[in-house]
T-cell receptor
Framework: AQKITQTQPGMFVQEKEAVTLDCTYD???????LFWYKQPSSGEMIFLIYQGSYDEQNATEGRYSLNFQKARKSANLVISASQLGDSAMYFC??????????FGPGTRLSVLP | SAVISQKPSRDICQRGTSLTIQCQVD?????MFWYRQQPGQSLTLIAT?????????ESGFVIDKFPISRPNLTFSTLTVSNMSPEDSSIYLC????????????FGPGTRLTVL
């Protein structure tokens, strides 16, 4: 069965510094996608970045990058130059072909001024 | 991308009553989903809303408790029936998008408190 693990319930980072949010996954499938979502206190889920299992390069989207280590089954999110508005819950998720999304437990990020 | 709206945005309800949540999408989509997020928890898929047929429910969720309608490709409703305080959650509608990433887009959510 698919499973997502996020071992950091909460993280703190100083404004303008970089932070890495951990995500490991478990699947026996070869084809899958990995996603990161941000959930501010307002409750909406915002799609941030995607990494395909066959992608050879790490995904990047602006200040977000994904450190994909397939052999280790990890897909860590790196946020560079943290901003106060980055304070939120962050969820790692996986989707295997023909199956539903599976979400991790989330990491609460707090950016300190 | 898809723009999704949900009504109501929040509600406080009494035990034993029912609440219907509406989800409207600005374009036709094949896949629509309903999630529950209990306080401090991650998202749990309730069901996939299928247009023209019954919803497909995940383990632990039943139609009598969470009836779903999907009358067309842009609209769906989720009813939380005979509510108890344990139903207090955020309920999120999402749609699957056929794109390079096949990501899901989410509505703003409905915050439900049951007293």
């Amino acid at each position: 069965a698919q499973k997502i693990t996020q071992t950091q319930p909460g993280m703190f980072v100083q404004e303008k510094e970089a932070v890495t949010l951990d995500c490991t996954y478990d699947t026996s499938d070869q084809s899958y996608g990995l996603f990161w979502y941000k959930q501010p206190s307002s409750g909406e889920m915002i799609f941030l970045i995607y990494q395909g299992s066959y992608d050879e390069q790490n995904a990047t989207e602006g200040r977000y990058s994904l450190n994909f280590q397939k052999a280790r089954k990890s897909a860590n999110l790196v946020i560079s130059a943290s901003q106060l508005g980055d304070s939120a819950m962050y969820f790692c998720a996986m989707k295997n072909y023909g199956q539903n999304f599976v979400f991790g437990p989330g990491t609460r990020l707090s950016v300190l001024p | 991308s898809a723009v999704i709206s949900q009504k109501p945005s929040r509600d406080i309800c009494q035990r034993g009553t029912s609440l219907t949540i509406q989800c409207q999408v600005d374009s036709q989509v094949t896949m629509m989903f309903w999630y529950r997020q209990q306080p401090g928890q991650s998202l749990t898929l309730i069901a996939t809303a299928n247009q023209g047929s019954e919803a497909t429910y995940e383990s632990g969720f039943v139609i009598d408790k969470f009836p779903i309608s999907r009358p067309n490709l842009t609209f769906s409703t989720l009813t939380v029936s005979n509510m108890s305080p344990e139903d207090s959650s955020i309920y999120l509608c999402s749609v699957g998008v056929s794109s390079v990433y096949n990501e899901q887009f989410f509505g703003p959510g409905t915050r439900l408190t049951v007293l």
